[in-house]
Every structure is written in structure tokens, then in C-alpha cells.
């Protein structure tokens, strides 16, 4: 399913965001909701990263960029729960900025691109991040992606500079390629594992930490790669 809207009421930012919303029945193909968005420059590899996730696809070629928002719903399960993403699909222009502000609200979890092979896409993560404080809300869960890491000639900024900066901001990082894949499900299913933690979490469990996940699958996909 995808959709797409080109405006939207003002957002207001406020209190913990929406709680994941829990299906009544399993009539309808999931247990979870979640709304995730995918920020990020124009032309950092938004909307390929999602149509790789979707279809298992790569579009190369002419760069179409996005207009105002579009989205689509993947189901994805997670400890014997499924989750639904509602994966909304930004557009990077500046001149859309004011239609995607309005969908922050309700968002439970930012994906945030740059792009290894632009030190612009780079540079603006700190004012994507600033954005993001104001319009979001304050339990977001953002996670930071350095996409095209398939690029290796391209290159202008390296991995332990993205670490450095998702250190600073306390977020989880990965660099992805939505050209390969690499990563791509990964992010995703890291996303939909904290929100289904948070929706069914007990008081007394200890927390779930994404970045040591990521850290354990990334290593098991690679472990996994020679074999
Ligand atoms: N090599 C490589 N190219 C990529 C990758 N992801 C995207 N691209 C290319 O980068 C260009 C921009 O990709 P899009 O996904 O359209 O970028 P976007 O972030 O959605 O841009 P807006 O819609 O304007 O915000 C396209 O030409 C893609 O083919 C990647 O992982 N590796
Ligand atoms: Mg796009």
C-alpha cells in the first residue's frame, strides 16, 4: 500500500509521541503499528533505501526526487510479534520542508540519511537534528544512516566520522547501501524490535539497547557472508 499527501494541519509538538498502536485483532495482519519517516538531504538515497526494503529493488539512473510525502506499510516480525510500519517517504527539498513538518507529531521513529559521498548531506545532520527537536516528539526513536557506502572512490566521509557525530547525539548508527542492501532490513527491523519493546516492556525488564543489537547483527551478517 503507499499514499501520498502534499499538505497536512500544523504539527505541535508536546508530550511522548503516540504509543505504537496495538491491533485489535489479528484480522488485519499485525499486532503493531508504527509510523517511521525517513529524513534526510535531497538525494542522500531516501527513497531507494525504501524501495529496497519494499520490493528488494534498486533503482539506478535518472534521480526522480521525491514530491511533498509518500508512504508504504511493510509487516515485519520480531520476536513472534508483527510489527506494521507505516514507512513515510520524505522529500529532501527545502521547498517541502513545511509539508513534512507536519508529520513529525506522529512519528515514533526517525530514519536520518546523509550521504558518505556528500560532505553537505553530512554537514546539515546537525541541522536535520535541530529540526527534528523542535517538530518531533521528545521520545523519538532517530537513527542515523550514512547511505551509499557501496561507493568506495566517491567517499569523502568516513565511517568513524559518522560514529563520532551519533556519539554525540546519543543515536544509533549504520552506514547502509541501498544499492546492495547491506543494512537496509537491518535498520528496519531494529526499528520495529525497540518500538515492539517499548509497546509490551515491563518496568522491571532492562532496557533494550538498538545499538548493541545492530552491533550483534551486523557482525552475524558478516560472520555469515563467508560461510
Ligand atoms: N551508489 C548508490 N547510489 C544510490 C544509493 N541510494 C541512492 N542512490 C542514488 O542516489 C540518487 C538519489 O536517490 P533517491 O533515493 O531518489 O534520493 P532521495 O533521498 O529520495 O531524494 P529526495 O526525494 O529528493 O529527498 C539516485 O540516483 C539513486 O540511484 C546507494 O545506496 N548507492
Ligand atoms: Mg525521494
Redesign the pocket.
Known amino acids: 500500500m503507499s499514499g501520498r499527501a502534499g499538505s497536512a494541519a500544523p504539527a505541535q509538538n508536546g508530550g511522548p509521541a503516540a504509543a505504537p498502536e496495538r491491533s485489535p485483532s489479528l484480522t488485519q495482519g499485525y499486532d503493531l503499528a508504527c509510523k517511521v519517516m525517513l529524513l534526510?538531504?535531497?538525494?542522500?538515497?531516501?527513497?531507494?533505501?525504501l524501495l529496497q526494503f519494499k520490493d528488494g529493488a534498486?533503482?539506478?539512473?535518472?534521480?526522480?526526487?521525491?514530491v511533498g510525502i509518500d508512504f508504504r506499510n511493510k509487516v515485519v516480525t520480531v520476536d513472534d510479534v508483527k510489527v506494521k510500519l507505516q514507512i513515510w517517504?520524505?522529500?529532501?527539498?527545502e521547498r517541502f520542508r513545511s509539508v513534512t513538518h507536519a508529520y513529525y507529531r506522529d512519528a515514533q521513529a526517525l530514519l536520518l540519511?546523509y550521504d558518505i559521498t556528500s560532505k553537505m548531506s553530512f554537514d546539515n545532520i546537525r541541522a536535520w537534528l535541530t529540526e527534528i527537536h523542535e517538530y518531533a516528539q521528545k521520545d523519538v526513536v532517530i537513527m542515523l544512516l550514512g547511505?551509499?557506502?557501496?561507493?568506495s572512490s566517491g567517499r569523502v566521509i568516513k565511517m568513524e566520522d559518522g560514529e563520532s557525530l551519533a556519539r554525540e547525539y546519543g543515536v544509533p548508527f549504520m552506514e547502509?547501501?541501498?544499492?546492495?542492501g547491506m543494512n537496509v532490513e537491518l535498520a528496519f527491523l531494529a526499528i520495529a524490535k525497540e518500538l515492539k519493546q517499548r509497546a509490551v516492556q515491563q518496568p522491571d525488564e532492562p532496557r533494550f539497547q538498538i545499538q548493541e543489537y545492530i552491533e550483534s547483527q551486523k557482525k552475524k551478517s558478516s560472520c555469515c557472508s563467508f560461510m
Open positions: 534526510g538531504d535531497s538525494g542522500v538515497g531516501k527513497t531507494c533505501f534498486f533503482l539506478s539512473g535518472t534521480f526522480i526526487a521525491t517517504d520524505t522529500a529532501g527539498q540519511f547511505n551509499k557506502a557501496d561507493v547502509t547501501s541501498a544499492k546492495t
